[in-house]
């Protein structure tokens, strides 16, 4: 056999035993109490809590391992968001990916959750005051 030969098939080799570079798309939406932005100010909001989100993932996240698109929220100018969603790509290890951007989420959402005072079970109007999210397929 040829030293070529050889070289080939130890590259095939490596390419097939190598972890493989997947790429995964994500929703990630927010929800929370919303309200009037008169009445109820202080309130957490879904559209605060995804940008913090964001902002953690840039300071925790490679710029290259990752792409977001398609922020969206609220329904009006003049109330505080009771939800927010955004879109992401994550590029090269899937797993490591989600673990990464299950963090900086979590992280966003305490932020906000932190910021405005609220605590796990703390009620507003009657429905959960914190914000709550969920990253889908």
């Avoid at 056999?1 to 190598?18: E, F, H, V």
């Avoid at 605060?48 to 964001?54: K, P």
């Avoid at 009006?76 to 994550?90: G, Q």
């Amino acid at each position: 056999m040829s030293k070529r030969w050889i070289a080939a098939g130890a590259m095939l080799a490596s390419l097939l035993t190598a972890p493989l570079a997947l790429a995964e798309s994500v929703t990630v939406s927010f929800q929370g109490p919303g309200g009037h932005s008169n009445g109820n100010y202080g309130r957490t909001s879904a559209v605060h809590a995804a940008a913090r989100a964001i902002t953690k993932m840039a300071e925790t996240m490679d710029a290259a391992s990752y792409t977001v698109s398609g922020f969206g929220g609220g329904n009006s100018v003049n109330s505080i968001a009771s939800d927010a969603v955004f879109k992401v790509d994550l590029k090269g290890d899937a797993v490591a990916g989600r673990q990464a951007l299950t963090a900086a989420v979590a992280a966003g959402v305490q932020a906000e959750n932190d910021f405005r005072g609220v605590k796990p079970g703390d009620l507003t109007g009657g429905v959960p005051a914190a914000i709550s999210y969920v990253i889908s397929p």
